[in-house]
Nanobody
């Protein structure tokens, strides 16, 4: 059974760092792109970052460029999201999901389309507050 489990969220002060993990089971990440999404209270879910193994492509939404770094460890079948210089506006529940179609990440003109992703994890809460 294909499953993703996020971890690593928590409470951090502005300017702090967190590393989120997305552990996959039931399938290999070797052939799929993995995306990180977040949803803040009262807001729509947005695509934050994505990584594809086949061509090494990474994507970041403009608001996190230069602060977040996505990476993967194929041996551990895990994708990470290193978040530095965190801001209060980064507060949200963070989810990882696998692109339904094998191959490179599909990045549209508006970034990630959550309809292209499935097998969502349960989410991990990130709270940035002093």
């Amino acid at each position: 059974q294909l499953q993703l489990v996020e971890s690593g969220g928590g409470l951090v002060q502005p300017g702090g760092s967190l590393r989120l993990s997305c552990a996959a089971s039931g399938f290999s990440l070797d052939y799929y792109a993995i995306g990180w999404f977040r949803q803040a209270p009262g807001k729509e879910r947005e695509g934050v970052s994505c990584i594809s193994t086949i061509d090494g492509t990474t994507y970041y939404v403009a608001s996190v460029k230069g602060r977040f770094t996505i990476s993967r460890d194929n041996a551990k079948n895990t994708v990470y999201l290193q978040m530095n210089s965190l801001k209060p506006e980064d507060t949200a529940v963070y989810y990882c999901a696998v692109q339904k179609q094998q191959g490179p990440a599909r990045i549209g003109s508006r970034g990630l389309n959550q309809m292209d992703f499935g097998s969502w994890g349960q989410g991990t809460q990130v709270t940035v507050s002093s």
